[in-house]
């Protein structure tokens, strides 16, 4: 499509001064512009290909970035960047150094709060409701809240601190997905709401006929408002965000621009605290997109080409073949649950879905939840498995200490998307979790390099007495690299090691974890060169560190005059510094020193042309430099 109105749109300022017959042909150029980048560049496709004309209509309606359009989890904000002057940046979309898959406040003024994980947005959005109303300002806050987004706690935690008289509008938008289909009560009651529409023409009607009677229809309105609530309640049930203070409009079609408009603008008028309840259709215009908005809610780069078809990913990974091996081990084993926090296709859990759904549990997007409810499982006598991102399990971090560590209920945490994540960026980092579990007793940690270790690694958590955490990346192993270190060592053992048993001559260590140990082999072949040399022992079992620590002393000889240790994952309270204290003493004593190459700058931004281990300084070439700087 030949882009004719796009642009032209530089700024919300451009979209404003458009005439009314030109809006349907922008939102189709839109949706275009959409397709053919994010199938090119990779990212949300569906999820944005659905609130087009509604971020139209916010944008025409307010003011930004004087009033705060404030996105949940920000990955349908697309449309948004679009209308506020980024098009011509979408070529670097999750790139590094380029435009980011999220809401990112020092990417533009009109992003006024970043995120990248759900239900944060509505605390977020009534704090800087609170901060205008302080200064005495009329400015409004505009928060845009997915249906799924609603089975997460903090939500509801905010809904319940919100003063009604704030200008505060919550647009809940609901096209009944997250990533995967929503499940819980409240997805149960959205469905009853939207059944209950009647209501709303009655409410409408009536508070009409009533306020317009001369002299006392103000007065009627108001007096008869608890018996008008009493008899709505024995008719419709009670309204949920009504009794919570707010105002209540819709439900509305998200996707038809000039009902948007209109109802934004009652609700601007109304000055107080709005729901607004829109319904809009997830891949709207993309009819694959629209057929399987699951596949299409974020695609990889340069996966479908704009094909009206889907090309399905066969190639296999960490987290599809988890899913295959749980459903392999249930057929023995009656005690296994397992749970996803409405993530089932990112964690591979589909299978299990389908195939098995009485032994899974969606608890939506409620990763604290998820893990409480497996010590409960535990407790109760059955096996939990909890599968979740490495950056969403941050949340649960609570939960997992005192619920699960502290009771020593036994529960195995698959950690997926495990390390860096270059194209979700600093939000979606899986480089927290060793640190944050590598403190907790009754805890043990481990990483395989081969699907033959993580069936393994997860065939003993089953019996294991105590909180047992898998983590791996994204995508597949490197079949390679494993074969480089089970040559030579037991598949059970703990630590591995590319060279012959043999270590004479061996100058440097390198001891790493995971899928690092890429560039540990790397630099390993590069120092040889320099007339260096160097061996790589792998942990694919982290814990106890005390244990790997006497390991580790076996592989030194006389020979040895350094020990590096590498890791993708941040360097305070990380392996390597938990390593090298256990080390200290032994190495001081041989004279041998010790150096630590892991990530210092958790939230560093990612740079143009460089891989984000380069710019953390645990790439090969990295590693060849520490080492000569600390030999010479």
Do not use: W
């Amino acid at each position: 499509m030949k882009l004719q109105i796009l642009p032209k749109i530089q700024s919300p300022a451009d979209l404003r001064a458009l005439d009314a017959a030109s809006l349907p042909q922008l939102a189709r150029e839109i949706r275009a512009f959409l397709v053919e980048h994010v199938t090119k560049q990779g990212g949300h496709l569906a999820s944005n290909l659905g609130i087009v004309e509604l971020t139209m209509a916010i944008h025409r309606v307010f003011d930004s970035p004087r009033d705060h359009i404030i996105f949940d989890v920000g990955h349908q904000s697309y449309v948004h960047k679009i209308l506020t002057g980024r098009a011509g940046e979408f070529t670097t979309l999750r790139k590094n150094g380029g435009l980011s898959g999220f809401t990112k406040r020092e990417e533009s003024e009109h992003d006024p709060f970043g995120a990248g994980h759900a239900s944060t947005s509505l605390s977020a959005a009534l704090g800087m409701a609170e901060a205008e109303a302080a200064r005495g300002s009329d400015a409004y806050t505009i928060c845009i809240v997915g249906d799924g987004a609603f089975t997460g706690g903090m939500i509801h935690e905010a809904l319940n601190n919100i003063t009604p008289d704030r200008r505060l509008i919550i647009i809940l938008n609901e096209n009944e997905m997250s990533i995967s289909p929503n499940h819980g009560r409240f997805a149960d009651y959205l469905s009853v709401m939207r059944a209950s529409a009647s209501y709303h023409d009655i409410k409408n009607s009536t508070r009409n006929m009533l306020g317009s009677l001369p002299v006392v229809g103000k007065t009627i309105v108001d007096g008869v408002r608890d018996m008008k609530q009493a008899f709505k309640n024995m008719l419709y049930q009670s309204n949920y965000f009504e009794n919570m203070g707010l105002y209540y409009l819709g439900p509305i079609d998200g996707n038809d621009l000039e009902t948007a408009e209109t109802i934004l603008k009652i609700a601007k008028e109304a000055k107080q605290s709005v729901l607004l309840h829109v319904k809009t259709k997830k891949g709207k215009g993309y009819g694959p997109a629209e057929e399987a908005p699951d596949v299409f809610h974020a695609v990889p780069k340069e996966r479908y080409y704009h094909k009206k078809e889907i090309v399905p990913d066969t190639a296999l990974n960490y987290s599809d073949v988890f899913g295959k091996m749980l459903l392999e081990f249930m057929q023995n084993r009656d005690d296994l649950r397992v749970i996803t926090a409405a993530m089932a296709v990112g964690t591979g859990l589909r299978c299990v879905e389908q195939e098995k759904p009485e032994y899974l549990y969606d608890v939506g997007i409620a990763e604290e939840h998820a893990v409480t409810f497996a010590a409960g499982l535990s407790a109760g006598g059955l096996h939990p498995i909890a599968a979740i991102y490495s950056s969403f399990l941050q949340r649960s971090y609570d939960n997992i200490i005192h619920d699960a560590a502290l009771q020593r209920l036994p529960m195995t945490l698959c950690i997926d998307r495990a390390g860096y994540n270059e194209g979700d960026g600093p939000t979606h980092h899986g480089i927290f979790d060793v640190a944050m579990l590598a403190q907790l007793p009754n805890t043990e940690i481990c990483e395989p390099i081969s699907y033959a270790s993580q069936r393994r690694f997860l065939e003993t958590s089953f019996d294991a007495d105590c909180v047992y955490a898998i983590r791996y990346p994204k995508g597949a192993p490197d079949d390679a690299l494993a074969a480089r270190f089970l040559a030579h060592s037991a598949v059970d053992a703990p630590m591995k090691s590319d060279f012959q048993p043999t270590l004479d001559g061996k100058q440097v260590l390198i001891v790493t974890y995971g899928r690092i140990a890429a560039e540990a082999v790397k630099a390993e072949e590069t120092l040889s060169v320099l007339g260096i040399f160097a061996g790589v022992l792998l942990m694919e079992q982290l814990t106890p560190f005390a244990k790997r620590a006497e390991e580790i002393s076996m592989y030194i000889t006389d020979d040895t005059k350094m020990i590096v240790y590498l890791e993708e994952g941040i360097y305070n309270g990380g392996a390597g510094m938990i390593l090298c204290d256990e080390m200290r003493d032994f190495c001081n004593e041989r004279g041998i020193r010790q150096k630590i190459l892991a990530i210092r700058d958790p939230f560093a931004k990612s740079e143009v042309g460089r891989r984000m281990i380069e710019t953390a300084g645990i790439d090969a070439g990295s590693i060849v430099s520490a080492v000569c700087e600390n030999l010479q």
